[in-house]
């Protein structure tokens, strides 16, 4: 997990300052949502890691932690670029589907939701919603100007998107 976490916050700032944001997400929204998903699938991991002598609470918490990296991989399924402007938004609720079927799946078993599913599915929207906030204010924008500061992202407005690409659609095959 730690280089998951260090490696994911070093390439989406990397990324940032050269300017190369996909085009169908905000410059300030990808350099906030990348860390905080990458720290929120740290947190429930290690939270399921703690209580894994609790299988109940260590397996639900575990499956959380997973969906938050569910939401990249639906965003390379979806057509991100036909969702513009509300492009992570929609790859990420696509994603919280599958806890919230977990929690659907234990009132069908036993009639209840476990607490995990809440605590869970409850971190994942707190880092949704903190996305959004900071995304959207003054902070953010002073969070984006300090790393942008001296590469070509700070010429990148912090809230537009980029124009698609032109050419030929370059998939890394040859």
């Known amino acids: 997990m730690v280089p998951m976490v260090a490696l994911g916050s070093i390439v989406t700032v990397a990324m940032v300052r050269m300017g190369h ?3 169908f997400f905000r410059p300030l929204h990808f350099l906030v949502f990348d860390p905080i998903a990458v720290f929120t699938f740290a947190g429930l991991t290690t939270a399921a890691i703690l209580l894994r002598r609790r299988t109940e609470w260590h397996r639900r918490l575990h499956f959380c932690g997973m969906t938050i990296l569910l939401a990249p991989a639906f965003g390379r ?7 513009q402007p509300w492009a992570w938004e929609a790859a ?3 994603a919280i589907l599958f806890p919230f079927a977990g929690a659907w799946a234990d009132i069908r078993r036993s009639g209840r939701v476990h607490p995990a599913w809440r605590w869970g599915i409850g971190t994942i929207i707190a880092s ?3 996305v959004e906030v900071i995304t959207y204010s003054p902070i953010g924008v002073s969070i984006y100007r300090a790393v942008t500061e001296g590469s070509p992202g700070a010429a990148v407005s912090p809230l537009d998107f980029a124009p698609p690409p032109e050419g030929a659609l370059v998939t890394g095959r040859t």
């Open 128 to 130: 949704f919603v903190l």
């Open 77 to 83: 399924l979806l057509p991100l670029p036909f969702l």
């Open 21 to 23: 944001v996909p085009f």
């Open 92 to 94: 990420y609720a696509t």
